[in-house]
């Protein structure tokens, strides 16, 4: 079994697709208002609208990705006008995290270890 992707259901596919491909600096040529694909080094980010209404209040799930060095995203980031929630901070197992909201209120945690 391969994990393949990650889903984020939303009413706005083209906002939330464009401030995922800014902040992991990818291109995608899928340019849909129902489904977009964002294609990682590891498993794709499909955003889609099933035409359900979102209240986008996700308390129970962090997408998090592993960088080079969470200081230099951490300014990228700030110039991206990106909501950071916590700066990053160097946890006691060794990782150096940082932690931001999508603008549909999820929780992004970028990572790298020293």
Request: aromatic share 10%; glycine share 6%; proline share 5%.
């Given at each position: 079994?391969?994990?393949?992707?990650?889903?984020?259901?939303?009413?706005?596919?083209?906002?939330?697709?464009?401030?995922?491909?800014?902040?992991l600096k990818t291109e995608s040529?899928?340019?849909?208002?129902?489904?977009?694909?964002?294609?990682?080094?590891?498993?794709a980010l499909t955003i889609y609208?099933?035409?359900?209404?979102?209240?986008?209040?996700?308390?129970?799930?962090?997408?998090?990705?592993?960088?080079?060095?969470?200081?230099?995203?951490?300014?990228r980031l700030l110039q991206l006008?990106?909501?950071?929630?916590?700066?990053?901070?160097?946890?006691?197992?060794?990782?150096?995290?940082?932690?931001?909201?999508?603008?549909?209120?999820?929780?992004?945690?970028?990572?790298?270890?020293?």
């Open positions: 079994m391969i994990f393949a992707e990650v889903g984020l259901m939303t009413m706005d596919v083209p906002r939330l697709s464009k401030f995922y491909r800014d902040v040529d899928c340019d849909d208002d129902v489904h977009q694909e964002i294609m990682t080094n590891g498993a609208n099933d035409g359900s209404i979102k209240e986008s209040a996700n308390n129970n799930v962090v997408l998090a990705f592993t960088v080079d060095n969470v200081d230099e995203e951490y300014e006008h990106v909501k950071i929630t916590e700066p990053p901070t160097t946890r006691p197992w060794g990782a150096r995290n940082m932690y931001f909201e999508d603008p549909d209120g999820n929780t992004v945690v970028f990572r790298s270890f020293l």
